[in-house]
């Protein structure tokens, strides 16, 4: 049996790209019934500090979420500033982009998965914690996003 590189095995989010987050939310809120939940846009790059690919990137997105008990159901609907969020959108349509898992200790968490060949995309800081996209798709056939709540 092989060590956990992240020290848990608990998906706390799936997180689709979608063009149009009203109407991508409100057909969520009509399938489970549930109320549509405000969107609204990521911290600005003064806070949000995000980089992509080592670079420091402008970008930001509209989120809306839908718990669902254990886990969440995050939107994204990305601006066009470069970010995976926006890649992913352009080159794969609408669709899943992650899921993610909390963690403690990023930097180390990011060196581990670096290691194991699955490197960094983009990261960045949310009002209370910060986040880290691994580029896990050629092992795992989907991004992991690290999240680390203060």
């Known amino acids: 049996m092989t060590t956990n590189l992240l020290g848990n095995n608990v998906i706390t989010q799936i997180g689709l790209l979608v063009n149009d987050i009203e109407r991508t939310s409100q057909a969520y809120a009509n ?54 969020w926006r890649l992913s959108l352009d080159e794969n349509g609408e669709g899943v982009h992650h899921i993610a898992f909390g963690i403690k200790g990023m930097k180390e968490k990011i060196a581990v998965l670096e290691g194991a060949g699955m490197p960094l995309l983009q990261k960045g800081e949310y009002t209370g914690g910060r986040y880290a996209y691994i580029d896990s798709f050629k092992e795992l056939k989907v991004l992991i996003e690290l999240l680390e709540n203060d």
């Open 31 to 84: 399938f489970f019934g549930m109320d549509k939940p405000n969107w609204f846009w990521t911290d600005t790059p003064d806070v949000a500090q995000t980089e992509y690919l080592g670079n420091a990137s402008e970008a930001r997105a509209k989120l809306a979420f839908f718990d669902m008990g254990s886990l969440q159901l995050e939107l994204i609907e990305p601006d066009h500033h470069p970010s995976t």
